[in-house]
């Protein structure tokens, strides 16, 4: 908003400073976790890498044999019962004692106010962990060491591969041979036809779902990425023609005269000229489409399951499996993100566009 | 080129193209059930087929077509470009409509004919009512949140010398998938429990109690917990309204805000009287979108609670009944139910369409 008052400015921009925050701080939070040392995920939060007063363990010693736990303990002048002692007691204001495990350990930490700078310790290994298909292990809150079963995510990222850029190309394809047909060719039922694209654009793909799955079942589909490229083509083409026609049916009359004056076929015509000149409206739905399949979770879910698990999916069901293991977790989402990030920061232009022209599907 | 050879020859020759392609068809798919074990070569294997069998298809058919006689040719040609288009969107998505609602008044496996009783469970099940109560706190609350913030962002970044910078931060997760979204506010909303000496990890949490309050299970609250999980979806779609939104805003002519300012119009009587009149359309084509997305919502759900928690939702309901349960029948109906849901949305588009000039 364009005001004056410096007053206003000064109280917009803090709003949206605050909104920018709230937008960004989430992903942040799971970008920085997903580098740190997975001891230090379980016992701190994700901010304390940035510079901050936290109370340090300096030093430990060892009570004497005598002492008894289930009487208040005088430490260095200060008394209190061991619950009090294992939550930690001020000796003074910049010195701290807890009582280390159990009541038999006696064993005391000091533990004293410092300020900690950016001393984090960052590491690849949660994503090592995270592509590996054998044992993994790590440190939790207490220093244990805790076993899993790895959670390949290299295969699902070369099966999100395998669905996502056939389901992207496919349906582009068959979307302009249509787009070009209704644009520039007569048919019978050429209109009735485009009215059945139009009201598909909002079908919800529920409705779908199980019929498909039973073709799939007696065709021996089940599981296969063909399964996914026919579903994912159905359910982006009502989109992609619409989308196309609109851009193929405003190219001019002349070009597609003269090419048929040279003797050009339509498939020629086709392939020399409208493919190349409809690269706008294509690259936008191609965006649009490639998001929309890499995400996907409900479509593989159904027709892939647990075969060929796809980014989502194996994300899906580690969230479900291990769903504390945040240094598992944290790796595998941003992962399953950097892909379709960096599409679309690098397309935002042609991924706006096609939103804006597609903002009537469902 | 072929149309253009002897018939003597430009049969067999179109007669053994179609026999290559079946055979790189079926052959490819056999392959590709043979690499189970190489990942990387059935991913690159997989690509390079899926794609140029495609091509294929569409070279072959097409020759067939134009070595066709002159006046089948026309039509044949046709019918091969928008052919295939066609026959994917009936397959997929007219065809299963129909199915689907036979379905609905099947039992169980799809085998007897059980009347009403699929939707009789459909709007009267303690369950789906539950659903229904929350998909009704996503539709008003998340499109109202979506709009509202995005309608804010939209109008308090206009102009502003970081505009670009704050509308793409906005708007970055829309590119993130609602698996990993789920991810995300988890790790926000996670609760570590009581215990000695704890810290929490989650943001909220730990705000929480530095602010002296108490770290809640934020996902076991009852009812709260649906709110949550909208704030998920908020997230994921303002910046959706947003984009949309500005540009309806930018395309204000200036001279409708220069005259309203020299007739000595203050910024909120402008965006009053005319900023939210002229983007009215908008406002109303972006909410539509995103009631019918939080009605079909299912990913957020699924992941973050599985729709326990009193958190469920039609959708994952949908996918409970068919595939947990086995139950087709009421998995249709209420697949049906959301079709029905959305007609009036459809209808509108259709009426929309009739108005345009295109294909007459």
């Known amino acids: ?184 060719m007569e048919f019978p039922g050429r209109r009735p036809l485009f009215i059945m694209v139009v009201a598909l654009l909002v079908v919800p793909l529920q409705i779908a779902l199980i019929p498909i799955l039973r073709d799939y079942t007696r065709w021996g589909l089940n599981g296969t990425f063909v399964s996914m490229w026919l579903a994912h083509t159905g359910f982006g083409l009502p989109l992609a023609v619409y989308l196309l026609y609109n851009y193929v049916s405003t190219l001019p009359r002349d070009i597609f005269e003269s090419a048929y004056l040279d003797g050009a076929t339509p498939f020629n015509t086709f392939v020399r000229l409208v493919l190349p000149l409809s690269i706008p409206a294509l690259a936008s739905f191609a965006i649009f489409q490639f998001l929309w399949v890499w995400n996907d979770y409900l479509v593989a879910l159904v027709f892939l399951g647990d075969k060929h698990r796809v980014m989502t999916s194996a994300l899906a069901a580690m969230v479900g499996e291990k769903g504390q293991d945040w240094h598992l977790l944290t790796s595998g989402a941003f992962l399953s993100m950097i892909l379709p990030l960096t599409v679309f920061f690098a397309l935002q232009r042609f991924f706006v566009r096609g939103l804006m022209a597609g903002s009537v599907k469902g | 080129m072929i149309q253009n050879l002897k018939p003597q020859y430009r049969y067999p020759l179109l007669i053994a193209l179609l026999l290559f392609t079946v055979l790189y068809l079926g052959g490819g798919f056999r392959l590709s059930q043979n690499l189970q074990e190489q990942a990387v070569l059935l991913t690159l294997f997989a690509v390079f087929w899926g794609l140029s069998s495609v091509a294929l298809l569409y070279i072959v058919l097409n020759a067939i077509a134009e070595s066709l006689p002159r006046p089948l040719r026309r039509m044949a040609v046709a019918l091969v470009f928008a052919g295939p288009a066609m026959a994917l969107l009936i397959w997929a998505l007219v065809l299963p409509t129909l199915r689907s609602l036979r379905l609905s008044f099947l039992d169980a496996n799809g085998k007897e004919f059980v009347g009403l009783e699929n939707f009789r469970f459909a709007f009267t099940d303690p369950i789906m009512i539950e659903a229904f109560g929350n998909n009704l706190l996503w539709m008003i609350f998340g499109t109202l949140f979506c709009v509202l913030g995005g309608l804010l962002i939209a109008v308090l970044a206009d102009q502003n010398r970081y505009e670009k910078l704050i509308k793409s931060l906005i708007f970055m997760p829309m590119a993130i998938s609602f698996v990993g979204a789920g991810v995300i506010w988890k790790f926000m909303y996670s609760y570590r429990g009581e215990g000695i000496n704890i810290a929490e990890i989650g943001l909220l949490n730990a705000l929480v109690v530095a602010l002296g309050g108490e770290a809640q299970p934020w996902l076991l609250l009852p009812l709260w917990n649906n709110f949550f999980l909208i704030a998920i979806m908020v997230w994921l779609q303002t910046g959706y309204a947003m984009v949309i939104i500005s540009s309806a805003i930018k395309a204000i002519p200036e001279s409708l805000n220069e005259a309203a300012r020299v007739d000595g119009a203050n910024g909120v009587r402008i965006f009053a009287s005319i900023t939210v ?43 409970l009944r068919q595939f947990t349960y086995g139950n087709s029948g009421q998995a249709s109906a209420i697949a049906v139910v959301l079709l029905v849901v959305i007609i009036p949305v459809l209808a509108y588009n259709l009426h929309q369409f009739r108005g345009r000039k295109a294909l007459k």
Request: aromatic share 14%; charged share 15%; no cysteine.
């Open chain 2, 277 to 319: 009149p002229s983007i009215m359309p908008t406002i109303v084509t972006v909410s539509t979108t995103i009631l019918i997305f939080s009605l079909k919502l299912f990913d957020i759900v699924r992941v973050m609670t599985g729709g326990n928690f009193g958190t469920n939702v039609i959708a994952n309901e949908f996918y």
């Open chain 1, 1 to 184: 908003m364009n005001t004056k008052n410096p007053f206003w400015r000064g109280v917009i921009g803090l709003i949206l400073l605050m909104l920018v925050l709230l937008w960004t701080i989430p992903t942040l939070g799971v970008f920085i976790t997903s580098f740190r040392d997975s001891q230090d995920i379980y016992s701190s939060g994700w901010w304390t890498i940035l510079p901050h007063k936290d109370w340090v363990k300096v030093d430990e010693f060892q009570l004497p044999d005598d002492t008894n736990p289930n009487e208040p303990v005088t430490i260095e002048g200060q008394t209190a019962d061991f619950d009090q002692w294992r939550q930690g007691v001020l000796v003074s204001e910049t010195r701290r004692l807890q009582w280390y495990g159990n009541k038999r350990s006696r064993k005391i930490e000091v533990f004293q106010e410092q300020w900690v700078g950016f001393g984090a310790n960052l590491t690849f290994q949660n994503y090592k962990d995270v592509l590996s298909t054998g044992q993994v292990s790590y440190q939790d809150a207490q220093g244990n060491t805790i076993r899993r079963q790895g959670n390949n995510f290299t295969a699902a990222v070369l099966n999100s591969l395998a669905v996502s850029i056939p389901a992207t190309v496919i349906p582009i394809l068959i979307a302009a041979f249509a787009a070009y047909a209704f644009a520039w």
